[in-house]
């Protein structure tokens, strides 16, 4: 299915024409002539109309009843009047029936000089209410969930938060219950609201009924600003603006743009503003003292330490960059390695991604754009969990199947929350995605792929639902770089369909990191330039960390990125930072900046001026909405002023000088500039100079991946993957902690059984004498023979143990479960604990 | 009872009805086999719709070009039958349900002929557990005989057929509503359009018929649309089963010519009200319909356009009676208190404006009223009519609204200040 074409349609609203796509909705179309139509419980971004509020209603030539402007379609030469005497007796009535069980406490209420409600009380109500009896009560305000409050009495019953729950996120928690009059909003089983979308409904409300623990009471609408920038929490790079008081952001809210959000924001990225003002903060350069603490220095003394740690490791250094690192600052730092100090050495993941297949990957073909899920005949979901890896994608999946009819196909080594909607989910052994994908590219016809193994049959029946019609998108999780093979075999698969042929459906990567097209792009992987551009082949991130603790590499410059925490083997990291010279740039103490020589401050996402490279290409602006907290100086200066130290001029005094610089050195970024990306920033490959863009051939690296190990142990093939809420992010927002989780074991029923292992029960997993604690999850959709555990945890981290594919765990009971539960420490004790914190706040 | 005309009802009271033995030795599934049989889909649904028959669930819209909105061609296609009866004063599907379920089933197989529907449901309401379960009986039957399953007397064509107990709202009698509970959600109208016909259970091509709609249909498969069209009136063919209730000597289910004198109902077949009392009024077509005055209402035709032209429906075809010594007031508190119970509380007017009602009613009979509180009764159901999303809010508007016009001295005898002057009058 491709994107539908709407014809213009004219009508006449109130004696003006007005023109507008067909299929519009009244409401919308009204808005074409000036004329605004309220509205309560009508927000397309929920789906359908449900036409509940009434407010709407308007007259049409020819029907004898008022309709819905909400949910009735233009057509060519309607007549519609939205002024007429029946109109605003309608639109009086509803207003005045609104208000008889609204509590109308505007004073103390946090809508208030926001709310749709008072706005439209005043637009178009009666003024007055001849209602004398008692209002409906509720008790007031209850925790919702631990970050949002609920005032029933102030909700008028317009459906939008359930219907975001029910259809939205799918989380289907909330209900209405009871009826009439007595209806009310809630839980269906009366426990805390928690999933990780549940802040949106904030947003929804048009009253106060919902509102964030975490803004009840800070400001009014006239104290604050609002101003826009991007999240860079993740590669969903949503857009948001902050809210903010007195040089402090108090909120974040979506910023609707459809070719990226879709107007949703998840949870991590909504709650997050906390950590920007946070005392935690590192705001001023440090130098590790001879007692190994760390202390303040001035810039310059940092900076010339840093300087002279780099020469003296010359082309032995080496950079990983990650996190929110812009565009630019990943420019720079890849000039400042490769010019300043003639070292190939940088990489931006820990996939070992492929120089030669990830210039094949981004031609302009290939490549599909968010919007393109919404008309997506089948959806392949290949190794990525986009709930956790990229939130908002699953989100835009669930609503391709919902509202287009899209066949979802889910292949991954761990279970999805996408399965449940698939038309097909299939599940292959850690390692083992070369073989799955080679499967299905055989089952697609593709030259030099031949099948007959194991996976033959679940790759038939997905490549049958993958032709179910023209446009297929392919969701894949840049981890399977990690596997020799699998991404060549993705390739093959993408031209037996046909999609680099057209435009349209195609690939979308999930990268590891938020920026981390962008940061590939700039220059940021082994074996790539600027443009991706071949060049000379240095060490990827594993390659890094083996070369610093065999004394190959002397110096690593971080920046926003805590190995440690997130790359396979943690303690070989550890080990490698601890015998090497360390530059960190970071927000906060980090397992890495434990390690490094000197410390150096990270802008946030709220302070930074910048640019990055969303998932499909779009180029999109962080902008600066709060000042820098204490010493911090724009990472961009800082690189500048190092290079500078290190003998390289470059006379790029501010970000957008440094823009221009780059996007003349990557010849695909050509020509765009702050105007071009504006406020829904840009594809690059939608741009002449993209558009015409082919990647160069040759440059081919080797895959840096990990080797497999030496030993193949009899325990359990160990499984990772990375959790939503397993970062540093949770920990630094006191409201989001009570999400922090613990280490789960997960294996399937069938190994439980013969390890003789329970729900809840305590084990230790060990490889090779490194072991994390952790509690059995038993999961039914698992393969038998593997055990998952999360990365990127701060205790207990699944990254520990991984030590390249195929490793296998040992697995010792520690603890029943009854124990836990007797500790407090079971499932029902989690949430009591968090109804206690939200009613303590 | 010579003035009924027993078509539904022919055999109502004949014992072991329910069995299909019984309901074959009478003759029934012969429409069925002829349906399937002797005749295609298109000529049983032209039959149908030829007929006129027109809805017996309160819409009263003709049950053949419903049918004839389905889309064709292969998918697909339900058919529910609504037997939620809840509305207040209607009590005929059970007595068809409860007595004749063959018929019904009959007719609901005959109409998925008609409209291809594969998939058939009957949505009865949970209270109707009796009946219920006399329906499973009788639907395990009718596969064991074949008339149901994956292939129809023979025909290569599928009808399966489950009853489904609703959980006791009136508002799931609703179509969209019982849409929405027979797909396990919570039962709220839909908005509409799209119409059932159209994108209906499960998003897909649905017919909703009413008990009484359905049990219609072997009749007019045997007899032949003509011969349906010998009884009633030209816009109201055929009978009706009335469900008499109220201040009423003989109450119960009549089976009528639409078009008879209502007052034939009401004195003759149903005994009228108790000796030496009056028809003050009454509900023509249910709870939800405006109540006429026994001057007006008693010599109208019991049909369809007699009803509307009187600024009332014929609905359900359920008449409620009350004679002299009820209250108005009391029944309108009553009925507004049925409707506030019942409102879904999807839509504003609704929800806000049946418990406005029942509040200010509630102050009037308790003598606390002002003579402003009529005039905003009175406008509060002007301010819901044709307002809501389903005809729920209008069902308790209209028949409030035209209580408060027609009965108004009664409503004024209730202020404030008359309750005083009563008070001060007995001291
Ligand atoms: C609040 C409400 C309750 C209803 N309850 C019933 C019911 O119990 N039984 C019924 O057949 N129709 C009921 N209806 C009418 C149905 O919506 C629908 O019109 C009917 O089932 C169609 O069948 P028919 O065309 O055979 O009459 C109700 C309508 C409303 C608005
Ligand atoms: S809580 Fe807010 S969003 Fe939810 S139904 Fe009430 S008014 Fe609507
Ligand atoms: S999905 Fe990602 S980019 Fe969007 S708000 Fe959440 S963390 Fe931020
Ligand atoms: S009219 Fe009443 S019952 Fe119908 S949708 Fe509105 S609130 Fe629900
Ligand atoms: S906005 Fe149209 S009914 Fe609510």
Known sequence: MSQPIRNAVTLNIDGREVTAPEGTMLVDAAKHGDIEIPVFCYEPKLGEPVGACRMCLVEIEGIPKLQTACSTPIRDGMTVYTQTDRVKGAQNAVVEFLL?????????????????????????????????DPKRHFQKPLPLSPLVAIDRERCILCYRCVRFSQEISEDEQLVLHERGDRSFVGTFDDRPYIAPFHGNITELCPVGALTSYTYRFR????????????????????????????????????????DVDDGWLCDKGRYSFQMLASEERITEPMVRAGDGTLAPVSWEEAISKVAAGLRDAGTASAVLAGGGTSNEEGWLLQRLLREGLSSPNIDSSASGARADLVRELSSPALGSRMRELDYADAILVLDTEPLNEMPILDLRI??????????????????????????????????EAAELIGALAAALGAPGYEDDGPHAEKAKAIAELLRTGPDPVIVWGERLFRTPGAVEALLACAKALGIDKRLGPGLLEVPESANGRGLREVGCLPGAGPGLAPTQTGAAASGIRDGMVNGEIKALLLSEADPVRTHPGSEAWRKALASTFVVSIAMFDDPSTAYANVVLPAESHAEKEGTVTHPDGRLQRVRPNVPRPGQIRPTCQVLTDLAATLGQTWDLPDQPAVLAAMTDDVDFYAGISDETIGGQGVRWQELASGRSWGPAVGGRTDNQGDPPPASAGSGLLLGTYRDLWASEVTERNPALRFLKR??????????????????????????????????????????????????????????????????????????????????????????????????AR | MAAETRILFRNIDEPGLASIRTYRRLGGYEAVKKAYQEMEPEQVLHELEESGLRGRGGAGFSMGKKASFLPRGDMDKYLCCNADESEPGAFKDRELMQKNPHQLIEGIIIAARAAGANRCFIFIRGEYDLQGDILDAAVEEAYGAGYLGTDVLGTGQQVKLVVHRGAGAYICGEETALLDSLEGKRGNPRLKPPFPAVQGLYGGPTLINNVETLSNAPHIISSGAEWFKSFGTEQSPGTKVVSVSGDVQRPGNYEVELGVPTKLLINDLAGGPPKGHKVKGFFPGGSSSPVLTGDEGMKLPYSFEAMQEAGSMLGSGSIIVFDETTSVVDLALRTARFYHHESCGKCTPCREGTNWTVKMLERLTRGEATPMDIEVIASVQENIIGHCLCVLGDSMAMPIGAMVKKYRSEFDDKLISQSYSAAAKAA
Not at chain 1, 403 to 426: C, F, I, K, N, Y
Not at chain 1, 781 to 810: C, K, P, Q, S, Y
Request: hydrophobic share 40%; glycine share 12%; net charge negative.
């Open chain 1, 100 to 132: 008889i069980n609204h509590p109308l406490d505007c004073p103390v209420c946090d809508k208030g000089g926001e709310c749709p409600l008072q706005d439209i009380a005043m637009g178009w109500g009666p003024g007055k209410s001849r209602f004398t």
């Open chain 1, 398 to 431: 669930r609503k391709a199947v919902r509202r287009t009819g899209a066949q979802l196909l889910v292949a991954s080594e761990h279970p999805s929350s996408l399965d449940g909607g698939a038309a097909e989910a299939v599940r292959f052994a850690p390692g």
């Open chain 1, 219 to 258: 400001a009014r609408p006239w104290d604050i600003e609002d101003a826009g920038s991007v999240c860079t929490l993740c590669p969903s790079q949503c857009n948001v603006k902050f809210t903010v008081r007195d040089e402090r952001a108090l909120r974040v809210l979506a910023r609707d743009n459809e």
């Open chain 1, 742 to 839: 613990g280490q789960m074991l997960e294996i399937a029923p069938k190994d439980a059984e013969t390890m003789g292992l329970e729900n809840g029960d305590g084990v230790r997993v060990s490889v090779n004498g490194t072991s994390v604690e952790a509690r059995v999850a038993i999961r039914t959709r698992m393969e038998a023979g593997v055990g998952f555990l999360a990365e990127g945890l701060a205790e207990n981290n699944g990254n520990a143990l991984v030590n390249g594919a195929g490793t296998r765990i040992e697995v010792e009971k520690t603890a029943p479960a009854a124990e836990f539960e007797a500790a407090g420490m079971g499932q029902k004790a989690t949430v009591l604990s968090l109804e206690g914190e939200a009613a």
